[in-house]
């Protein structure tokens, strides 16, 4: 019996050059297709294939968010990620996802092909053709970067969104001293503020995502003076 094979990607010239591609092999046959991931969800719900390729970038919505819904949903479909640029980050992010295979659009269509066919009899085991290599450099980069366990508590408290003052709180040290550590952190990670040096910390593995951070530690107020609403609106919780 045939791998049934769905593909979501934008890109016309992508899905008629599988479908020539894939008429040569047998073992597989399209069963559906489209193009964007408001139809994708409806489709692989209609037709069930065993395996669906998934462009990294969709025109109306983020290909590897589909790619993880389909994999709540449909823990033994195979879920192949296409992408035109290969990224480290995007990698890892597949593998995160617990997709079963990465491949870039430039890689030989005999990799396409032996990533279909393992995605359909392992969906839940990764593979990718750079995987060893995007490991190399990440431990290189992980070895650059490496922080002192003072630095990665401060880390920590940014990513929780701890303001300079809450940090000296939480551990125990002076506002100025709480202020370098932050500035050593910021330089070390080649970032000029708390966004910058999150989101290069998050690539390389030095945190984890979290979607719901804990509320700030509050700082007390001095008798008799309050912050206005709008100054404290303003200011930037790491300053």
């Known amino acids: 019996m045939p791998i049934r094979l769905a593909i979501v990607d934008e890109q016309t010239l992508i899905r008629y050059g599988l479908r020539e591609f894939i008429a040569q092999h047998p073992d597989i046959e399209i069963v559906a297709e489209c193009e964007s991931a408001a139809h994708a ?14 462009e990294a970038r969709l025109p109306d919505g983020d290909g590897l968010g589909l790619a993880r819904e389909f994999r709540d949903r449909y823990a033994d479909l195979g879920i192949v990620v296409l992408t035109a640029q290969h990224e480290d980050d995007v990698l890892f992010q ?3 996802i617990g997709v079963s295979a990465f491949v870039a659009k430039s890689a030989p269509l005999e990799e396409m092909l032996a990533a279909i066919r393992h995605a359909a009899v392992a969906a839940s085991s990764f593979t990718a053709s750079g995987l060893a290599m995007a490991l190399e450099r990440r431990r290189s980069i992980q070895d650059r970067l490496t922080l002192s366990r003072r630095e990665q508590e401060v880390l920590r408290l940014l990513r929780d969104g701890l303001s300079i003052p809450a940090i000296a709180m939480t551990m125990f040290i002076s506002h100025s001293t709480a202020k370098t550590y932050v500035a050593r952190l910021y330089e070390k990670l080649g970032a000029a503020n708390r966004a910058q040096a999150l989101m290069t910390a998050m690539r390389y593995g ?7 951070a804990p509320s700030p530690i509050p700082f007390p107020r001095r008798a008799g003076r309050a912050t206005p609403a709008s100054t404290s609106a ?6």
């Open 206 to 212: 030095l945190i984890d995502y979290q979607q719901q």
């Open 41 to 54: 969800q409806r489709m692989i719900a209609t037709v069930r294939p065993d395996v669906v390729t998934v």
């Open 234 to 239: 303003r200011r930037d919780p790491a300053s």
């Open 94 to 96: 597949a593998l995160e």
